[in-house]
């Protein structure tokens, strides 16, 4: 992650084209321009200001429609002429109502349900099972995990897609519960995926059998 604090863009040659990407499932947003001003105020607020260029003044994305840009990080590009944002939208990016102003499909990933698990882990809402799974504790959650993962595998012996679709559906979130109880990120894990993957010749054979451990 960077310190986007400490980022110091060209702004010699104009106005700064900027990219917004949503944070957890790198959606492109929009594209819009800042000038230092802007850029200062973004750092300051931790929300996305750009400059119009139409309106020919500063302006804070979602300042009409309440749909801000939260900064999550930012990165200069190798020119330091260009800047990507990593933003948590609070709801769709374009005037059209449109999640993104490229008209892309909506992508979902693995920190979406990390996102989603954490918040409702910062609320009190009586009525979120993962506030349930959360309050019961660690051998409530690893218990389901457990359960839905057999209904997984008892899908694919049935060779019912749809069946094994939803169940894995099911194990994904409650691996994310688990996770979020046991302090670990997805990025974490990750990076431990991406560090074997590196690897090749990786297989160590079979495991021994539970009663030779």
């Given amino acids: 992650m960077s310190k986007y604090t400490t980022l110091q863009p060209d702004f010699t040659k104009g106005l700064l084209p900027v990219i917004l990407q949503h944070y957890t499932n790198k959606d492109v947003r929009m594209m819009g321009y800042m000038n230092e001003e802007a850029f200062e105020l973004t750092k300051k607020e931790k929300v996305v200001w750009f400059y119009s260029r139409s309106k020919d003044r500063l302006w804070k994305k979602g300042e ?122 997805i990025s974490e894990v990750e990076e431990v995926l991406a560090a074997r993957h590196a690897k090749q010749n990786n297989f160590k054979g079979e495991r021994k059998s539970v009663q030779d451990w």
């Avoid at 429609?65 to 200069?76: E, R, T, Y």
């Avoid at 698990?117 to 009586?126: F, K, L, Q, V, Y």
């Avoid at 349930?132 to 457990?146: I, S, V």
Wanted: glycine share 6%; net charge negative.
């Fill in 64 to 185: 009409s429609s309440g749909n801000i840009q939260a900064v999550k990080d930012m990165h200069l590009d190798c020119d330091q002429d260009a800047l990507l944002i990593h933003v948590d939208p609070a709801g769709p990016t374009c005037h059209t109502g449109s999640e993104s102003c490229f008209n892309l499909p909506s992508t979902f990933t693995l920190k979406d349900i990390e996102a989603t698990i954490s918040n409702r882990a910062a609320s009190s809402d009586e009525k979120s099972y993962t506030n349930y799974l959360l309050n019961e504790g660690l051998d409530k959650t690893a218990k389901k995990f457990g359960e839905e993962a057999f209904e997984v595998v008892i899908g694919a012996k049935n060779k019912d897609k749809e069946e094994v679709k939803n169940e894995a559906a099911d194990v994904l979130y409650h691996l994310g519960v688990l996770l979020y109880q046991s302090g670990v990120s």
